[in-house]
């Protein structure tokens, strides 16, 4: 079982950046797809951005393209999540994902194992 543990959440104003990480343990994730899902009250979990194994492909939600950039470090098992231009609407708890499978099954929300969530709060 592989335990993820989220990091760099937090309060900023709108327009402010924040780089959340997400860190393995236990089981090294280098060959498998990693990404990022977001739930606010009362709403679904929704996917964030996602990245493929090797670091080569990414995707992300069109509502974050252009100001999120999520990217991998096999060597230190971890994987990272850069927010710029952070809007209200990006409020949320973000929760690092990991699937055995391709980045197009973590974009239909098929995942194998969660972080636990961190708190991001952006005031306008």
């Known amino acids: 079982q592989v335990q993820l543990v989220e990091s760099g959440g937090g309060l900023v104003q709108a327009g402010d950046s924040l780089r959340l990480s997400c860190a393995a343990s236990?089981?090294?994730?280098?060959?498998?797809?990693l990404g990022w899902f977001r739930q606010s009250p009362g709403k679904v979990r929704e996917f964030v951005a996602a990245?493929?194994?090797?670091?080569?492909?990414?995707s992300y939600t069109d509502s974050v393209k252009g100001r999120f950039t999520i990217s991998k470090d096999n060597t230190n098992n971890t994987v990272s999540l850069q927010m710029n231009s952070l809007k209200p609407e990006d409020t949320a708890v973000y929760y690092c994902?990991?699937?055995?499978?391709?980045?197009?099954?973590?974009?239909?929300?098929?995942?194998?194992?969660w972080g636990q969530g961190i708190q991001v709060t952006v005031s306008s």
């Open positions: 990245i493929s194994w090797s670091g080569g492909s990414t």
């Open positions: 236990e089981r090294s994730f280098s060959s498998d797809t």
């Open positions: 994902a990991g699937t055995f499978l391709s980045i197009e099954q973590m974009v239909a929300s098929i995942v194998d194992y």
